[in-house]
């Protein structure tokens, strides 16, 4: 989600993005939140930390590159993204979730 945000709202120089922490991360669409929505955010987090800490000689390079990420870590990301989708969507998925997944979709193929 955040990443699509980045793509629409920040700059580039040359094909990099450029993240300014006044334009892209203080402007970010945060949905309004309950204390549910909240710990189940907390406890998604924790399952990716968790999953993540099972590998503790691997790096964020070797976790992350798709053709070779552990399946829990994946799994622990698609239930995160799913559960974020749902906060956006609020029954139809807007242009930026729609974006946002597709790129989800792209970098946790598998």
């Known amino acids: 989600m955040h990443v699509a945000w980045l793509r629409e709202i920040g700059g580039r120089l040359k ?3 450029q993240y300014s922490p006044g334009i892209v991360y203080n402007t ?10 909240k710990a189940k955010l907390d406890a998604l987090g924790q399952a990716i930390l968790d999953a993540r800490a099972a590998f503790p000689d691997a790096t964020l390079a070797d976790l992350y590159d798709p053709d070779t990420m552990p399946p829990a870590l994946r799994k ?5 993204d799913r559960a974020v989708d749902r906060l956006y969507r609020g029954g139809k998925r807007s242009a930026l979730t729609a974006s946002a997944w597709s790129i989800s979709s792209c970098c946790m193929r598998g």
């Open 15 to 17: 094909s990099d993005f």
């Open 76 to 80: 622990a990301h698609r239930e995160n």
């Open 28 to 37: 970010f669409p945060w949905p309004d939140l309950d204390d549910k929505a």
